[in-house]
């Protein structure tokens, strides 16, 4: 089967499923039209103007939103506006089988959520890409490294090619599998409800920011405890941005988390929440080789 990929004309949505859009960042949104139109999209801007607490709008509405934009036949990618915190609020009534046509889900951070319950249901007519939000500073600022995003996600949704990730290996080692995951923190809180996948013959990507190598070392022990990774094939972290102390090396904590798994484990991947993240198709086959230091993904 052939890989859906997006052609010039195609109608995609904006969605906000998580956080309320700070209001020095209100613009953002309609850039990201701007962007996507400039690609030969045709954006349908379905974004409640205002918030509530610290989420896009109420439940009820931002459900509403998703779920209309995932079950038209006519959209053929969600993008969503930022990441934040809500979208898990929304997996009890999310229907995915009303997906009945091929279907582009982008976004990283809080969107893990629906990324694993869209892998969770089993549902194949929607394809995920894990890369940036499209109503950030990330995608749209005026840098090297924003380009440098926009060419990649543009890329990943047009004419997907296959891609080496630059990375250290923390354990040697090869293997090979689909990559699955995301976001650390969001992959944990779903241990234990319909909405986290199996990981067994994944490759796991992991990513977070702001996470102290303690956290990050009980995230990583909650999920072996959970038998999580029993069964995975490799796993790959992002630049894990920001998830220091000053006493503690990130990378050891690591390495100690999961001494015993015997799987290889590369770091420093420059996707997640740093200023470069590059958009990687979820479910693509992923080798991992630490004697040739790489790491390919196939389109």
Same mark, same amino acid.
């Given at each position: 089967?052939?890989?859906? %990929?997006?052609?010039?004309?195609?109608?995609?949505?904006?969605?906000?499923?998580?956080? &309320?859009?700070?209001?020095?960042?209100?613009?953002?949104?309609?850039?990201?039209?701007?962007?996507?139109?400039?690609?030969?999209? %045709?954006? &349908?801007?379905?974004?409640?103007?205002?918030?509530?607490?610290?989420?896009?709008?109420?439940?009820?509405?931002?459900?509403?939103?998703?779920? +209309?934009?995932?079950?038209?036949?006519?959209?053929?990618?969600?993008?969503?506006?930022?990441?934040?915190?809500?979208?898990?609020?929304?997996?009890?009534?999310?229907?995915?089988?009303?997906?009945?046509?091929?279907?582009?889900?982008?976004?990283?951070?809080?969107?893990?959520?629906?990324?694993?319950?869209?892998?969770?249901?089993?549902?194949?007519?929607?394809?995920?890409?894990?890369?940036?939000?499209?109503?950030?500073?990330?995608?749209?600022?005026?840098?090297?490294? +924003?380009?440098?995003? %926009?060419?990649?996600?543009?890329?990943?949704?047009?004419?997907?090619?296959?891609?080496?990730?630059?990375?250290?290996?923390?354990?040697?080692?090869?293997?090979?599998?689909?990559?699955?995951?995301?976001? $650390?923190?969001?992959?944990?809180?779903?241990?234990?409800?319909?909405?986290?996948?199996?990981?067994?013959?994944?490759?796991?990507? $992991?990513?977070?920011?702001?996470?102290?190598?303690?956290?990050?070392?009980?995230?990583?022990?909650?999920? &072996?405890?959970?038998?999580?990774?029993?069964?995975?094939?490799?796993?790959?972290?992002?630049?894990?941005?920001?998830?220091?102390?000053?006493?503690?090396?990130?990378?050891?904590?690591?390495?100690?988390?999961?001494?015993?798994?015997?799987?290889?484990?590369?770091?420093?991947?420059?996707?997640?929440?740093?200023?470069?993240?590059?958009?990687?198709?979820?479910?693509?086959?992923?080798?991992?080789?630490?004697?040739? &230091?790489?790491?390919?993904?196939?389109?």
């Amino acid at each position: 089967m052939s890989l859906f %990929r997006l052609t010039d004309g195609d109608e995609v949505a904006i969605v906000a499923p998580a956080g &309320r859009m700070r209001s020095a960042d209100g613009h953002l949104v309609a850039e990201a039209a701007r962007l996507l139109a400039s690609w030969g999209l %045709r954006p &349908r801007v379905a974004v409640e103007d205002q918030g509530y607490l610290y989420l896009a709008g109420r439940d009820g509405r931002r459900l509403e939103e998703v779920s +209309a934009a995932l079950a038209d036949d006519q959209v053929r990618a969600v993008f969503c506006t930022r990441g934040g915190y809500g979208s898990q609020r929304l997996l009890r009534s999310l229907n995915w089988t009303a997906v009945d046509t091929n279907t582009l889900l982008v976004g990283f951070s809080d969107i893990t959520a629906l990324h694993l319950a869209a892998q969770a249901s089993g549902h194949e007519q929607v394809h995920l890409v894990h890369g940036p939000n499209v109503a950030t500073n990330q995608l749209l600022a005026s840098t090297s490294d +924003a380009e440098a995003n %926009r060419q990649e996600l543009r890329n990943c949704l047009f004419e997907p090619t296959a891609l080496e990730l630059d990375a250290h290996y923390l354990v040697e080692g090869s293997a090979q599998g689909d990559i699955v995951g995301g976001c $650390l923190s969001i992959i944990t809180s779903q241990i234990g409800t319909p909405y986290l996948p199996t990981f067994d013959g994944k490759v796991l990507f $992991l990513e977070d920011v702001g996470e102290v190598p303690y956290k990050v070392d009980r995230m990583l022990t909650h999920l &072996r405890h959970a038998g999580s990774l029993d069964n995975v094939a490799g796993i790959v972290f992002g630049e894990m941005h920001n998830c220091t102390d000053p006493h503690n090396r990130l990378e050891d904590v690591i390495v100690d988390a999961l001494e015993g798994l015997d799987v290889p484990v590369a770091f420093g991947v420059h996707c997640g929440h740093g200023s470069r993240n590059t958009s990687i198709r979820l479910g693509s086959r992923t080798h991992l080789n630490s004697t040739r &230091r790489s790491i390919n993904v196939e389109p």
